[in-house]
């Protein structure tokens, strides 16, 4: 059906950059609101910045400036540019999306496999 298959996570020294890519495959006939969201051991899994399909976007406080979402409609990718990277910011980042399917009238919701970001101190 849908598959949305993050990429980028990786290990990285505090105060560097990664970036995440989330790529939505499968019988897609629109994409609307796209995000991430992260989960550490422990903790509830939060939203990290979601982005329409108009490009308004919103973050968590705790990553605002730091943290850049973006979409590319045409290849329907959803990125995260992470920089000032904290130990903090260590977690499991998800890929969401509400996705309109081919010959469906409504959306549904779909979540990435997830992908490890560490920051080490």
């Known amino acids: 059906q849908v598959q949305l298959v993050e990429s980028g996570g990786g290990l990285v020294q505090a105060g560097g950059s990664l970036r995440l890519s989330c790529a939505a495959s499968?019988?897609?006939?629109?994409?609307?609101?796209m995000g991430w969201y992260r989960q550490a051991p422990g903790n509830q899994r939060e939203l990290v910045a979601r982005?329409?399909?108009?490009?308004?976007?919103n973050y968590a406080d705790s990553v605002k400036g730091r943290f850049t979402i973006s979409r590319d409609n045409t290849k329907n990718t959803v990125y995260l540019q992470m920089n000032r990277l904290k130990p903090e910011d260590s977690a499991v980042y998800y890929c969401n999306a509400d996705i309109v399917l081919n010959g469906w009238p409504r959306e549904n919701n779909y979540w990435g496999q997830g992908t490890q970001v560490t920051v080490a101190s």
């Open positions: 982005i329409t399909s108009g490009r308004t976007t």
């Open positions: 499968g019988s897609i006939f629109r994409i609307n609101l």
